[in-house]
């Protein structure tokens, strides 16, 4: 059944702005998210980059790699990394590759070694390669004050349970960083929000026409919007109830004000 577009079964504001943060807190913890200023050429460079054992889109590493202060690979992806990048390897070159590596090639792994890449082993199996990979990114981007926001590739399709280990990696994140951690891959881009309220900035001109608001983790009971086709008024999302697929765009910024985390979806379309 459904309901347009959604799927049932005080003072000025005052946005603080710093070069290369994503999250802009504003009066009410407002948080101003740009999920695709990573692939807008010439885009300030600060992105932390994690790539994940998937097929890469050549021109999906390009456009993030030029705007990523730090790069970590994930395991597998290290292999995934020199296939896609082909003839222009010596320009992609990450400064960190982590995992249990079960995936990886030794000889890819010994390429990078001579490349002074630092390699870190992570045994630890209670963690997918993902979360450990992203813990170690943001300790090692500690003192990177430049870094704004976390963008990971090669993390959208495939198998459905990866799917869903990326997006609880995504939950963690909550905990270990106050900068966005956005997943882009394959024509869709998704991060979490958290509770409050968000502002998302979709006037990049490389935006798909559609969006969603996903309750994947726990029922959210109180979610507003505007600035979409399909807005929500202080209504509960949750499987079994509402969800919000299929959405689109009235305005060049949407709010989104949750009760609980809640994924947000997006297209976006290289040029």
């Known amino acids: 059944m459904r309901n347009g577009n959604c799927v049932r079964s005080s003072k000025d504001l005052e946005i603080e702005e710093s070069v290369g943060n994503e999250v802009q807190e504003t009066e009410g913890e407002m948080r101003v998210l740009k999920p695709l200023s990573c692939l807008i050429p010439g885009a300030v460079k600060n992105v932390c980059l994690i790539i994940l054992n998937r097929p890469l889109e050549r021109s999906l590493v390009k456009h993030v790699w030029s705007c990523s202060l730090f790069k970590a690979v994930s395991d597998g992806a290290a292999d995934k990394l020199l296939e896609c990048m082909e003839d222009e390897n010596e320009k992609f070159t ?91 891959s394959e ?45 929500l008024k202080d209504q509960a999302l949750g499987f079994g109830e509402l969800v919000s697929t299929s959405n689109t765009y009235t305005d060049d910024q949407v709010t989104v004000e949750t009760d609980h985390p809640l994924l947000w979806t997006m297209g976006y379309r290289l040029k």
């Open 94 to 184: 990450p400064d960190l590759i982590s995992g249990d590596f079960d995936s990886a090639t030794k000889s890819v792994i010994d390429y990078y070694k001579q490349k002074s890449v630092k390699i870190i082993e992570t045994p630890d199996q209670d963690e997918t390669d993902f979360t450990k990979c992203l813990r170690i990114a943001i300790k090692e981007t500690k003192s990177k004050e430049e870094v704004g926001q976390y963008v990971v590739i090669g993390c959208i399709g495939g198998r459905l349970d990866h799917q869903f280990a990326n997006i609880e990696t995504l939950y963690t994140a909550l905990s270990l960083t106050t900068k966005p951690v956005f997943l882009i």
């Open 187 to 231: 024509g869709s881009a998704a991060c979490l929000l958290r509770p409050g309220k968000t502002l998302i900035e979709v006037s990049t001109g490389l935006e798909d026409d559609w969006c969603g608001l996903i309750p994947v983790g726990q029922r959210c009971a109180h979610v507003s919007t505007t600035g979409l086709k399909w807005n």
